[in-house]
């Protein structure tokens, strides 16, 4: 934050370089402010306020929604089909015209409206600052809307507030705020007055606090310093609004793939029609119909339908998983998901507090279980006596129950903390061992207590023990309790304490993640009941330590597991300290000895040497939202596509900018899932990899799709480019042509997006984000299966011919011959990866029957039904002549599953990876 170059509002209303508030002290600050304890008066209110203006995030500017709809059209592979359908409905093929634009109408629409969810980002951020706040203003308190507050406004916040803009604190009382929107980390930060370094991370910046964080626990009070569009929170919003929003790889390559594809079918047509104008001598407006009937079906009109039904799909699938898609094309680009960068506080830990190690001065108390839930065992590390060992930490376990204000409730079969998270996890642990919290604080009631304080760093209470005898417990940091302490609690009594001892114990457990809490107590005399600080100075006996974490979640490790096998990074990027990440990161199997880099380290690195430094990197250490921005960015140079989890407002802009990202449901803020293309309800880390795996699926299925429409259009095409190129009867109509493409667009052509995952999809590496839609294998595939279909469908035209049975029958078992082809090659390219003669692969899916039987009806009756003889100038086919088109599709499914047999183990096209 330091090292950045921004600027903040003075109080008189100049932006000047950014001032590092939690550097200076609080007479310092109130001089730079010009304000005082009592706060501003009316007058100097009103005068900053004209100069700041309200405390709100301005609102963006929009594009007007005619112009966001028109944009949706702005695509070459679009342009072309209006194109087409405008020449259709010329020639009169008004059936075609009007469903190629219904096609392109809809998908606009999709587009429009998945794009007017995304522009909600901004809008979700603005929620997040309290409606009201509580300041003093001419030596007077009173509430006042957050949006009338100025720099210089002195204001009070206590538990349950959510602190309504940037402040510096001047006093600070038990005070702990949640700043894990801002920073990850999982346990509320402990505020207090005294000035922080001036190049201190956010996340150690104690005394201040930001504006939609929200105070857990205490009070305080606070000079506002930044507000509106100054304020951390309202940077955040800078920075989403100043993301450009990316196309998806599948997007981009369909793109291109238009374009290519719209400039080689207009040259082919204007030679075409040229050359049978002036070559062949055909009249110019029969030239044009059979060119521009040619052009319609050669184009694949229904690709971008199909691709759109493909993904929707998708999204169903993914949802039943309780992954929710915000985007149609996030689905495909999971697929392509080369490097997840996950969030570690509730995406990979559970984001609660577990206590794990009990330390006393004889023995290491091992504990089992996570979160809140009071299941698990105490065991005494190897070589221990459990009795003993349990014994000996009884009495610090009890001190953890007394001095503590918080209370376990179960509620839905979920265990949920009530008050601080280790607190809580103080209680789980008691009653792991056995105690009953309400009968324990029963037995010994408190009767005063000292509040934790960020100055002296620990919580004192004071219990009636029973016997005309009380008890002081403590709890707190532990080289504070250490300092306070001359004797530890030992098996066979008090005796002096052994500083190094506690020492490589405390180091011990921050090596494994762990953050650690000091207990003592002192027996005395029952008295008024009262506590004091005096009453802390001496006979304190030092009972141990224990040692807390926010567990991985099992299911996480099983992911990343998962992940890896399938070629896919996952980089943990936290704001919380290295020591804890690397430890969160070798328990969760990343690495065994993560490579781990910290916010200061980024600070230092520059943008061309962050690419590789990002790419080799397994953790990223005290990062705030710039850091996760460009580290994003670093691995997209690198040509990852990369997937972004998270859940806080910290998170949003690296959400927004990542190819994939993905908010947490329950935990996660509004924000991040406005600035997310998919959101995971249950939270679990499982979904990103079930959602990946579905990613692939669809992936395949759309290239599927395009190795099925092109060489099979391709193939139509290139029969009637024959007979113009060598001037023999054209053997289909231009009418027969579009007949074909009528019945096949809404039958043949929609199944295969329903297809299932094809064995070993999680086993393939990502596959390259510049990797062409059409693979050296599916370019091998449009010239080898068009050639098929053209040798097929002249062979039968010449074959009928020969027998004497007119142009028109002839003519009739071509579009036959062409449609049975598009049968069997759908029952071939329905597994790349695989042989498709196989029980599974006759039996097709439902979808395929359903669409096998319509085609075939039609069929018939294209070929039988006298209306259909009027309207396409078809003839019956004798059954001896359909037993040879049926036998000519079976001959080319053989000829290309022989040809799969023979790439694959040839090796051609790395095995026939399509």
């Known amino acids: ?329 996030a689905v495909e680009t999971l697929g392509a998901t080369s490097v997840i960068c996950s969030d570690k506080t509730g995406t990979l830990t559970r984001n609660e507090m577990t206590a794990r190690r009990i330390v006393t001065s004889d023995h290491v108390v091992m504990v089992s279980g996570s979160g809140y839930t009071p299941v698990g065992d105490l065991t005494a590390q190897e070589g221990d006596e459990d009795v003993a060992a349990l014994e000996a930490a009884a009495s610090l376990i009890r001190s953890g129950l007394l001095c503590n204000d918080g209370h376990l409730r179960q509620a839905d079969g979920q265990w949920r903390v009530e008050g601080d998270p280790m607190e809580g996890a103080l209680v789980a642990l008691a009653m792991k061992a056995g105690l009953n919290p309400g009968h324990v604080r029963a037995e010994w009631p408190r009767c005063d207590e000292i509040p934790f304080d960020a100055q002296h760093r620990f919580m004192a209470t004071r219990h009636a023990a029973g016997g005309g005898k009380h008890a002081i417990f403590v709890k707190g940091a532990p080289e504070r309790l250490l300092a306070m302490c001359a004797t530890q609690a030992a098996v066979s009594g008090g005796r002096p304490l052994y500083q190094a001892y506690w020492t490589e114990q405390i180091a011990q457990a921050a090596s494994h993640g762990e953050r650690v809490l000091g207990f003592a107590m002192k027996s005395l005399p029952a008295g008024d009941g009262r506590l004091s600080m005096a009453d802390l100075d001496q006979g304190l006996i030092f009972l141990g330590i224990v040692g807390f974490i926010d567990p991985p979640r099992d299911e996480a490790i099983q992911a990343i597991a998962e992940c890896r096998s399938a070629g896919i990074a996952v980089k943990m990027i936290t704001g919380d300290h290295g020591a804890t990440a690397a430890a969160i990161a070798r328990q969760l199997g990343l690495m065994t000895a993560p490579d781990v880099v910290t916010g200061a380290d980024l600070d230092k690195t520059s943008d061309t040497a962050l690419a590789p430094l990002a790419a080799r990197a397994d953790v990223f250490a005290r990062t705030n939202p710039e850091h996760k921005l460009r580290i994003v960015r670093a691995l997209q140079s690198t040509g990852a596509v990369v997937a972004m989890t998270g859940d806080g407002v910290n998170d949003a802009p690296a959400l927004k900018q990542a190819d994939v990202g993905i908010a947490m449901g329950r935990k996660g803020t509004e924000a991040a899932k406005e600035a997310s293309e998919m959101v995971l309800l249950d939270e679990n880390f499982v979904s990103i990899v079930a959602a990946v795996h579905e990613g692939r699926t669809v992936y395949d299925n759309i290239r599927k799709v395009i190795a099925w429409t092109v060489p099979t259009n391709g193939g139509e095409a290139l029969t009637v480019i024959a007979a113009i190129l060598f001037g023999f009867t054209m053997p ?84 036959n011959v062409i449609v049975v082809f598009e049968i069997f090659y759908l029952f071939n390219v329905r597994y790349l990866h695989m042989t498709s003669i196989t029980l599974r692969g006759a039996l097709g899916t439902p979808a395929v029957l359903i669409a096998l039987v319509a085609v075939v009806v039609a069929q018939f009756a294209f070929t039988y039904a006298p209306i259909m003889h009027e309207l396409f100038d078809t003839r019956p086919v004798a059954i001896g002549d359909g037993m040879v088109v049926v036998a000519s599709g079976v001959l080319l499914m053989l000829v290309l599953e022989v040809e799969k047999i023979m790439l694959r183990r040839w090796r051609v096209f790395g095995g026939i990876e399509p």
Not at 3 to 28: C, F, I, M, N, Y
Not at 140 to 150: E, H, K, M, N
Not at 799 to 806: D, H, K, P, T
Request: hydrophobic share 50%; aromatic share 6%; with cysteine.
């Open 732 to 815: 289909m109509t231009p009418t027969q042509i579009l007949w074909i493409n009528l019945i096949l667009t809404v039958t043949l052509g929609l199944v295969l997006a329903f297809e299932p995952s094809e064995p070993g999809v999680m086993r393939r590496p990502p596959r390259a984000a510049d990797a062409p839609l059409l693979s050296p294998f599916l370019v091998w595939r449009v010239f080898f299966v068009s050639a098929l279909f053209t040798a097929g469908g002249l062979a039968i035209f010449f074959y009928a011919l020969q027998r004497g049975l007119g142009v028109e029958t002839a003519r009739t078992m071509v579009v």
């Open 1 to 329: 934050m330091s090292t950045l170059t921004r600027t903040t509002p003075s109080a008189t209303g100049d932006e000047t370089p950014e001032r590092a508030w939690h550097a200076v002290t609080v007479d310092q600050l109130l001089a730079m402010l010009a304000t005082v304890p009592g706060g501003l008066s009316a007058g100097e209110v009103v005068a900053r306020r004209a100069a700041h203006g309200p405390n709100a995030l301005p609102e963006p500017p929009r594009r007007h929604p005619v112009l966001r709809f028109l944009a949706q059209f702005n695509n070459t592979l679009i342009y072309f089909l209006l194109a087409a359908s405008v020449a259709a409905w010329i020639l009169g093929h008004r059936i075609d015209a009007a469903v190629i634009i219904a096609v392109v109408t809809i998908n606009a629409i999709v587009g429009y409206i998945q794009e007017d969810k995304a522009e909600k980002a901004l809008s979700a951020i603005r929620k997040m600052i309290s409606p009201r706040a509580n300041v003093w203003r001419d030596g007077q308190r009173t509430s006042i809307p957050v949006a009338d507050l100025v720099p210089g406004d002195v204001v009070v916040i206590e538990a349950g507030d959510r602190v309504p803009a940037d402040m510096r604190l001047i006093r600070a009382r038990g005070m702990l705020i949640d700043e894990a929107m801002l920073t990850g980390e999982s346990v509320a930060a402990e505020k207090q007055e005294a000035p922080a370094a001036a190049d201190a991370p956010l996340g150690d910046r104690l005394c201040m606090a930001y504006s939609g964080t929200l105070v857990v626990g205490g009070q305080g009070t606070g000079v506002v310093v930044a507000t509106g569009r100054h304020t951390e929170i309202g940077r955040i919003s800078a920075l989403i609004e100043g993301v450009e929003p990316l196309t998806t790889p599948l997007l981009r390559q369909i793109n291109r793939f238009g374009q290519r594809f719209t400039w080689v079918a207009i040259a082919a047509a204007g030679l075409l029609f040229a050359f049978a104008t002036l070559a062949r001598g055909y009249p110019w407006p029969d030239a044009l119909i059979a060119v521009v009937a040619l052009a319609v079906g050669v184009v694949p009109e229904g690709l971008p339908a199909v691709i759109t039904i493909t993904l929707a799909i998708g999204v169903q699938r993914m949802a039943a998983r309780n992954a929710i898609i915000r985007r149609l094309p």
